[in-house]
């Protein structure tokens, strides 16, 4: 059985959306990197959830903290 999508927005308005996140990500200090790039369009394409792009960068989140704290000590 198909369900029904819940997003409701048309592909321009996601896009307009988008952009504006990104946008705010920006102001805030992110930049966006190749990788990073790449999962967003899996995501956009169906080929992953957001939540899996969302677990994904988790993931990285905690890898790049752990490198730095590594870093850190004497």
Do not use: C, W
């Amino acid at each position: 059985m198909n369900s029904a999508p819940k997003d409701f927005r048309s592909a321009a308005e996601q896009a307009r959306d988008t952009a504006g996140i990104i946008g705010s990500l920006k102001h805030e200090g992110y930049v966006p990197t190749p990788e990073a790039e790449a999962i967003h369009q899996r995501a956009d394409r169906g080929e992953i959830t957001t939540e899996e792009a969302i677990e994904i960068f988790r993931q990285r989140a905690l890898e790049m903290d752990a490198e730095l704290n590594r870093k850190r000590r004497p």
